[in-house]
């Protein structure tokens, strides 16, 4: 059995859209500085749909804030590591070199539309000003624009409703607005924060169609973080499981379910019963057996995060961190037992 130590050494192609590696954000607190992201690696492809999962708290946000430069200031930074996205490091870049990809080449869309619209803002202008901002477009044809942005994804009537302030509008319509903002300027890469988890089953489909059709009509790849391992079992190709601040297993969505290979994979796994089933019948370790808490950032462990919680810990897993380490080909999981080559 061959263990590849190496992240690099999975085969995926050799220049991702993204490629986010070794990434700690150090945020200080009143007990001092804690790493709730440490040593975050993600590859995401030009054109696909990437999901991320995990517990609540265990660095899914941060990471994304940490893409856009939008971490809380002053108390949070990137303390080390770098965010590849085409030709640049953004990890390295300062904030006016930040302003011109946010919005622009990424774009964001979080949980709750209201916090990112004007509330005295009509939704065209809204979606008319990244036009003017990035495109340098005039206000008159920003929003011509605006109105074609807001037909495609949804909005009825969208001439008239361009005037409407967002308070009357619903939470679905607001997602779609948001949506078409991020998209005013063909972004190559879309990141979606928990975008449906505020909206009831049918709209939050809808909300997720309408990201599946970018994706296929503008090729924008779309890096989904979600509670909802339902959600990337239909919408996405890749997904990344974090805990404790750092990609335990990263695999295609197919490998996942179907050969999950990291105690904490499976443990969520079990949680959603008719996605917890395996090709080979075995039963997934459940999570809720296991006892424990999710880490306590203040003392971080020096060995595997998850070891409190699993049932498969070895004397190493306390002592020593793991690597994330292919398995397969794009397959990597973050294990010292089950992190090991099936060739
Ligand atoms: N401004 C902040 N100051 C101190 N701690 C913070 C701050 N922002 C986040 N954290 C802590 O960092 C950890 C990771 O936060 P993050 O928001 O990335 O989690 P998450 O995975 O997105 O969780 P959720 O699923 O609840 O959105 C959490 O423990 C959180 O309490
Ligand atoms: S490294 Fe050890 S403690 Fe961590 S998940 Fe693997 S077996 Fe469990
Ligand atoms: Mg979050």
Same mark, same amino acid.
Request: aromatic share 2%; net charge neutral; hydrophobic share 45%.
């Given at each position: 059995?061959?263990?590849?130590?190496?992240?690099?050494?999975?085969?995926?192609?050799?220049?991702?859209?993204?490629?986010?590696?070794?990434?700690?954000?150090?945020?200080?607190?009143?007990?001092?500085?804690?790493?709730?992201?440490?040593?975050?690696?993600?590859?995401?492809?030009?054109?696909?749909?990437?999901?991320?999962?995990?517990?609540?708290?265990?660095?899914?946000?941060?990471?994304?804030? /940490?893409?856009?430069?939008?971490?809380?200031?002053?108390?949070?930074?990137? $303390? /080390?590591?770098?965010?590849?996205?085409?030709?640049?490091?953004?990890?390295?870049?300062?904030?006016?070199?930040?302003?011109?990809?946010?919005?622009?080449?990424?774009?964001?869309?979080?949980?709750?539309?209201?916090?990112?619209?004007?509330?005295?803002?009509?939704?065209?202008?809204?979606?008319?000003?990244?036009?003017?901002?990035?495109?340098?477009?005039? $206000?008159?044809?920003?929003?011509?624009?605006?109105?074609?942005?807001?037909?495609?994804?949804?909005?009825?009537?969208?001439?008239?409703?361009?005037?409407?302030?967002?308070?009357?509008?619903?939470?679905?319509?607001? %997602?779609?607005?948001? =949506?078409?903002?991020?998209?005013?300027? $063909?972004?190559?890469?879309?990141?979606?924060?928990?975008?449906?988890?505020?909206?009831?089953?049918? =709209? %939050?489909?809808?909300?997720?169609?309408?990201?599946?059709?970018?994706?296929?009509?503008?090729?924008?790849?779309?890096?989904?973080?979600?509670?909802?391992?339902?959600?990337?079992?239909?919408?996405?190709?890749?997904?990344?499981?974090?805990?404790?601040?750092?990609?335990?297993?990263?695999?295609?969505?197919?490998?996942?379910?179907?050969?999950?290979?990291?105690?904490?994979?499976?443990?969520?796994?079990?949680?959603?019963?008719?996605?917890?089933?395996?090709?080979?019948?075995? $039963?997934?370790?459940?999570?809720?057996?296991?006892?424990?808490?999710?880490?306590?950032?203040?003392?971080?462990?020096?060995?595997?995060?998850?070891?409190?919680?699993?049932?498969?810990?070895?004397?190493?897993?306390?002592?020593?961190?793991?690597?994330?380490?292919?398995?397969?080909?794009?397959?990597?999981?973050?294990?010292?037992?089950?992190?090991? /080559?099936?060739?």
């Amino acid at each position: 059995m061959a263990v590849h130590a190496d992240p690099s050494a999975s085969e995926l192609p050799v220049s991702p859209l993204l490629d986010v590696s070794r990434l700690v954000v150090e945020i200080d607190t009143l007990q001092g500085p804690v790493r709730p992201v440490d040593g975050v690696d993600l590859r995401i492809e030009a054109g696909e749909i990437f999901g991320v999962v995990g517990e609540s708290g265990c660095g899914k946000s941060l990471t994304a804030l /940490s893409i856009l430069g939008l971490l809380p200031r002053p108390q949070g930074r990137i $303390r /080390s590591g770098s965010i590849r996205f085409e030709d640049q490091d953004l990890a390295r870049l300062d904030e006016r070199d930040l302003r011109r990809i946010r919005g622009n080449r990424i774009a964001m869309i979080f949980q709750e539309p209201m916090t990112s619209l004007n509330p005295v803002l009509g939704i065209g202008d809204q979606v008319a000003e990244a036009l003017v901002i990035h495109r340098g477009l005039s $206000r008159r044809d920003a929003l011509a624009q605006a109105i074609h942005l807001l037909e495609r994804v949804g909005i009825a009537d969208a001439r008239h409703r361009a005037h409407d302030f967002p308070h009357r509008l619903s939470g679905g319509m607001r %997602q779609r607005v948001m =949506i078409a903002m991020a998209m005013a300027c $063909r972004p190559k890469l879309l990141i979606a924060d928990e975008p449906t988890t505020a909206l009831d089953v049918t =709209i %939050q489909a809808q909300v997720l169609d309408l990201m599946d059709d970018l994706k296929a009509e503008d090729g924008v790849a779309v890096l989904l973080i979600t509670h909802n391992f339902g959600i990337v079992a239909e919408r996405a190709a890749r997904v990344a499981v974090m805990y404790g601040g750092v990609v335990v297993e990263e695999a295609s969505t197919e490998q996942l379910f179907e050969q999950p290979r990291h105690p904490y994979t499976h443990g969520l796994l079990a949680a959603v019963p008719q996605l917890g089933r395996r090709r080979d019948g075995m $039963r997934p370790h459940p999570l809720s057996e296991i006892p424990g808490m999710v880490p306590n950032l203040a003392r971080p462990a020096p060995g595997c995060a998850f070891a409190d919680r699993c049932a498969l810990r070895v004397e190493a897993c306390l002592r020593e961190r793991p690597p994330l380490a292919a398995v397969a080909p794009g397959h990597r999981v973050r294990c010292h037992v089950t992190g090991v /080559s099936a060739q």
